[in-house]
DNA sequence: TTTCTAACA
DNA sequence: TGTTAGAA
């Protein structure tokens, strides 16, 4: 009975705030820039769903890590959030979050150990996640 | 009260 | 990013 459907807009602006700790203004600035877009009630108030508050830890975390928007995006891309892949898959392990494979990405890294980062990465991720059940 | 957009510091 | 103005 209880929505798990992690892509039902459930949450406002202003749970989402306190849910990741980011401000309103860092919230909309990140969908301004095409991080994320998340659904819209009658009244243009905007709906999160849980796999966008997901995204969102992401990139808090992300650029708590020293990325500029252009670099968290750029990750994002690589591998969204968990969201269930078309094309049939059975799903091997849903823990894995988001950072799968590290590339060359040479001068958006702030960092040489890759390994190290995304090791911080996906522990946050895990923690967040983990959290949010 | 809360959120929205636009715009300025 | 913070913050404000005026409108839903």
Same mark, same amino acid.
Do not use: C
């Given at each position: 009975?209880?929505?798990?459907?992690?892509?039902?807009?459930?949450?406002?602006? @202003?749970?989402?705030?306190?849910?990741?700790?980011?401000?309103?203004?860092?919230?909309?600035?990140?969908?301004?820039? #095409?991080?994320?877009?998340?659904?819209?009630? =009658?009244?243009?108030?905007?709906?999160?769903? =849980?796999?966008?508050?997901?995204?969102?830890?992401?990139? %808090?975390?992300?650029? /708590?890590? @020293?990325? /500029?928007?252009?670099?968290?995006?750029?990750? +994002?891309?690589?591998? =969204?959030? @968990?969201? =269930?892949?078309? #094309? @049939?898959?059975?799903?091997?392990?849903?823990?894995?979050?988001?950072?799968?494979?590290?590339?060359?990405?040479?001068?958006?890294?702030?960092?040489? /150990?890759?390994?190290?980062?995304?090791?911080? +990465?996906?522990?946050?991720?895990?923690?967040? %996640?983990?959290?949010?059940?």
């Amino acid at each position: 009975m209880r929505q798990t459907d992690p892509d039902t807009p459930l949450y406002s602006i @202003g749970v989402v705030e306190r849910l990741t700790g980011l401000t309103a203004r860092q919230i909309r600035y990140y969908e301004e820039v #095409g991080l994320l877009e998340p659904a819209r009630s =009658p009244g243009n108030h905007r709906i999160y769903s =849980p796999r966008e508050v997901d995204l969102l830890l992401s990139i %808090k975390s992300l650029t /708590n890590q @020293g990325f /500029n928007l252009e670099g968290v995006r750029v990750i +994002l891309q690589q591998r =969204p959030t @968990g969201a =269930p892949q078309e #094309g @049939g898959e059975p799903e091997p392990d849903s823990r894995s979050p988001t950072l799968g494979h590290p590339r060359r990405l040479s001068s958006l890294y702030p960092v040489n /150990n890759r390994e190290d980062l995304q090791t911080r +990465l996906e522990t946050s991720l895990r923690k967040a %996640k983990e959290e949010n059940v």
